[in-house]
């Protein structure tokens, strides 16, 4: 495998992405066939590390476009020129790099928009082409397919970030401590004499007993890969081949150690410093020194400085006077705090500042509720005050159709018929009274007429 596509590579190992190499010139062997090693995927902490994922994927894939990458050099690809072949590769991968744009232009904008409605000016005009422009790796001039452009500004974009990457992870790592020791001053502060004075005590104990332990080899020595050959291999110290370590050590087989496979080698070392069951020992720490190792280790190996070793620069290395004679590792708590006192008097003050802000905000945020209450109040008395209204006007109505001889509403505002009726039924059959019964029983004729037909008797 060239030069060239170890460096392009490069993005898809930081991403955990591999691939074989070709060899036309190797005969296929007859062995047992093997599935191909799964490797864990690792996030570069870049916004469109998904996209770039997807890209390299989708790349490989083309048999064109690898093979070109054989007689490829490094400049060809940073210039862009390699870029140039992405019109030769396969339909269907063309295809499915404009869907992945398409897609990646679409994730963009959703992005904006939720930053321009956090910012209450979703009710603006939003010009979605001069904001894509703010984004480096694609073509903001071009939303639909992918062109040699998009490959060209993804590749420049991803290793500008990517070479800054390490730095970010040191700034991070200062800030950290920084904010450590602040909060540490703080709580002592918090105690009176006497526990002051104890808790001291007891942290320059835990600290002094972090500093107990074995020594350290440096990284990339022989007495530091002689370990790994023996505690981790399991093979004889005196029968040590830097050819043989280095394929064992190539987990993936692509022919260069990366990053990753570095770090693996100083798990040993760190162990011998760092216990996560320990209160004394904080595995942030630990994690910036196995970043610092590995810088070691690049700084003496990676000559071409494409942030992978190859065989060759491995075995260079291994003839230089330091590979034999080395000194041993100096942890960070040998070495000089990662800040000094006018950092961390900086840091402070702008902690101190965020924290006035926070204060600011939270007060203006308890105003706006206490407000919210007090008009929750106001709502709620109005409301009482509608109710007691519509109660009133109710009661008058009433009173107004019972004095109008209307028969009064019932609970839910009904007529009530029924006295109504009863009047009525009473006046079309009014009761006969004993004084109209009487007379009418003395009107009657005592003796039945005598002249009536035989047929009416």
């Given at each position: 495998?060239?030069?060239?596509?170890?460096?392009?590579?490069?993005?898809?190992?930081?991403?955990?992405?591999?691939?074989?190499?070709?060899?036309?010139?190797?005969?296929?062997?007859?062995?047992?066939?093997?599935?191909?090693?799964?490797?864990?995927?690792?996030?570069?902490?870049?916004?469109?590390?998904?996209?770039?994922?997807?890209?390299?994927?989708?790349?490989?894939?083309?048999?064109?476009?690898?093979?070109?990458?054989?007689?490829?050099?490094?400049?060809?690809?940073?210039?862009?020129?390699?870029?140039?072949?992405?019109?030769?590769?396969?339909?269907?991968?063309?295809?499915?790099?404009?869907?992945?744009?398409?897609?990646?232009?679409?994730?963009?904008?959703?992005?904006?928009?939720?930053?321009?409605?956090?910012?209450?000016?979703?009710?603006?005009?939003?010009?979605?082409?001069?904001?894509?422009?703010?984004?480096?790796?694609?073509?903001?001039?071009?939303?639909?397919?992918?062109?040699?452009?998009?490959?060209?500004?993804?590749?420049?974009?991803?290793?500008?970030?990517?070479?800054?990457?390490?730095?970010?992870?040191?700034?991070?790592?200062?800030?950290?401590?920084?904010?450590k020791e602040h909060e540490r001053r703080e709580y002592l502060k918090s105690l009176d004499e006497e526990k002051r004075e104890k808790e001291e005590k007891r942290l320059e104990e835990l600290k002094e007993k972090?500093?107990?332990?074995?020594?350290?080899?440096?990284?990339?020595?022989?007495?530091?890969?002689?370990?790994?050959?023996?505690?981790?291999?399991?093979?004889?110290?005196?029968?040590?081949?830097?050819?043989?370590?280095?394929?064992?050590?190539?987990?993936?087989?692509?022919?260069?150690?990366?990053?990753?496979?570095?770090?693996?080698?100083?798990?040993?070392?760190?162990?011998?410093?760092?216990?996560?069951?320990?209160?004394?020992?904080?595995?942030?720490?630990?994690?910036?020194?196995?970043?610092?190792?590995?810088?070691?280790?690049?700084?003496?190996?990676?000559?071409?400085?494409?942030?992978?070793?190859?065989?060759?620069?491995?075995?260079?290395?291994?003839?230089?006077?330091?590979?034999?004679?080395?000194?041993?590792?100096?942890?960070?708590?040998?070495?000089?705090?990662?800040?000094?006192?006018?950092?961390?008097?900086?840091?402070?003050?702008?902690?101190?500042?965020?924290?006035?802000?926070?204060?600011?905000?939270?007060?203006?945020?308890?105003?706006?509720?206490?407000?919210?209450?007090?008009?929750?109040?106001?709502?709620?008395?109005?409301?009482?005050?509608?109710?007691?209204?519509?109660?009133?006007?109710?009661?008058?109505?009433?009173?107004?159709?019972?004095?109008?001889?209307?028969?009064?509403?019932?609970?839910?505002?009904?007529?009530?018929?029924?006295?109504?009726?009863?009047?009525?039924?009473?006046?079309?059959?009014?009761?006969?009274?004993?004084?109209?019964?009487?007379?009418?029983?003395?009107?009657?004729?005592?003796?039945?007429?005598?002249?009536?037909?035989?047929?009416?008797?």
């Open positions: 495998m060239t030069v060239a596509l170890h460096w392009l590579l490069l993005l898809s190992i930081l991403l955990g992405v591999w691939s074989v190499p070709i060899d036309h010139n190797v005969k296929p062997k007859e062995a047992v066939p093997q599935e191909p090693k799964q490797e864990e995927s690792v996030d570069t902490g870049l916004y469109y590390d998904r996209y770039l994922r997807e890209v390299i994927e989708v790349l490989e894939t083309d048999p064109h476009f690898r093979e070109k990458l054989q007689t490829a050099n490094t400049e060809d690809i940073k210039n862009g020129r390699l870029s140039k072949e992405l019109d030769l590769v396969g339909h269907n991968v063309r295809t499915r790099l404009d869907e992945l744009k398409r897609q990646e232009v679409s994730r963009l904008r959703m992005l904006l928009k939720a930053k321009l409605d956090s910012t209450n000016t979703h009710n603006m005009q939003i010009d979605h082409a001069s904001l894509l422009k703010q984004f480096e790796h694609l073509d903001p001039h071009n939303q639909n397919t992918f062109e040699a452009k998009d490959l060209e500004l993804l590749i420049s974009t991803a290793t500008k970030d990517l070479e800054s990457y390490d730095a970010e992870r040191h700034e991070e790592f200062k800030r950290y401590e920084m904010l972090h500093r107990q332990h074995p020594k350290v080899n440096a990284p990339g020595s022989v007495a530091q890969l002689r370990e790994v050959w023996e505690e981790t291999d399991g093979l004889d110290p005196q029968e040590f081949n830097p050819k043989t370590f280095f394929k064992l050590h190539d987990t993936n087989g692509d022919g260069v150690l990366d990053e990753q496979e570095l770090e693996a080698l100083f798990t040993k070392e760190l162990e011998k410093v760092y216990d996560p069951k320990n209160e004394e020992d904080d595995m942030m720490e630990m994690e910036e020194e196995r970043l610092r190792m590995r810088e070691h280790v690049m700084k003496n190996v990676d000559t071409n400085h494409d942030r992978l070793v190859s065989l060759e620069e491995f075995l260079k290395s291994t003839e230089k006077k330091e590979f034999n004679s080395a000194k041993e590792w100096e942890t960070l708590d040998d070495t000089k705090p990662v800040y000094s006192e006018a950092e961390l008097q900086k840091f402070e003050v702008e902690l101190q500042e965020k924290e006035l802000e926070l204060g600011r905000r939270a007060a203006s945020l308890q105003h706006e509720q206490e407000l919210l209450k007090e008009r929750g109040k106001a709502l709620e008395a109005q409301r009482k005050e509608y109710q007691q209204a519509v109660m009133e006007m109710s009661q008058r109505q009433k009173d107004i159709q019972a004095v109008e001889g209307q028969p009064p509403p019932g609970p839910n505002n009904e007529l009530q018929f029924q006295q109504g009726l009863k009047k009525l039924e009473e006046g079309a059959n009014p009761p006969i009274s004993q004084d109209v019964g009487a007379e009418a029983k003395n009107n009657l004729p005592v003796e039945p007429p005598q002249n009536l037909p035989l047929h009416t008797l």
